[in-house]
């Protein structure tokens, strides 16, 4: 008897599962037709089966964070750019240190900082383009300190603008971006 209501059980479950996964379509059209909040999003080419790389730049330098922090941030507000807001995220993270355990920072990282920032020229043209790719702005680049080296990430605009009639005006922000970081280290 056990066996029997087991399998009924079973079965049951999965019949519930397929009409679930039935309505699923009529219950989304529903949704879109009945309101204005829901967004379709549609990429404006096919999505690449392989993403080209690397999708971050980085370039590590020899110093401490401090003094490279302090020198991305010049060359950033020297060639037209807006550092908008400044989160100090490996210190924002040191007070889950406990809470975490053996969790916390397996690797070690002495910081972390970021600097949000934007440049008004490059927001507006394209936005005149293709205002969907207004999501990038602001811009980031993030650095992590271990041991006597600074890494300096930024995220590769250019590759989320592909198939975009923004992608020339995008590629030449990420280009201006690669060289202002570059700009401000002493080799």
């Known amino acids: ?17 397929v009409i679930i996964l039935l309505l699923i379509p009529v219950i989304t059209v529903q949704a879109e037709t009945s309101s204005t909040e829901i967004t379709t ?32 941030f010049t060359a950033l507000e020297n060639n037209g750019y807006y550092v908008i807001f400044e989160p100090n995220i490996g210190k924002s993270l040191s007070n889950f240190a406990t809470r975490w355990g053996d969790d916390y920072n ?6 972390i900082r970021s600097m949000v920032f934007c440049n008004g020229w490059y927001a507006n043209q394209v936005s005149n383009i293709d205002p969907k790719l207004l999501a990038l702005c602001p811009l980031n680049i993030t650095l992590y300190g ?11 605009p250019s ?24 700009s401000s280290f002493k080799y």
């Open 159 to 182: 590759k989320i603008a592909v198939g975009s009639k923004a992608y020339k005006i995008v590629k030449e922000l990420e280009d201006d971006v690669i060289r202002t970081i570059l």
């Open 146 to 156: 271990k041991g006597k080296k600074t890494h300096v990430l930024f995220v590769l």
């Open 106 to 111: 397996k690797n070690k990282l002495d910081s």
């Open 1 to 17: 008897m056990k066996f029997n209501l087991l399998k009924n059980l079973k079965n049951f479950a999965f019949i519930e599962v």
């Open 41 to 72: 999003i549609v990429p404006a080419k096919p999505i690449p089966k392989k993403v080209p790389k690397p999708l971050v730049y980085e370039k590590i330098i020899r110093g401490g964070m401090d003094k490279i922090y302090r020198q991305v």
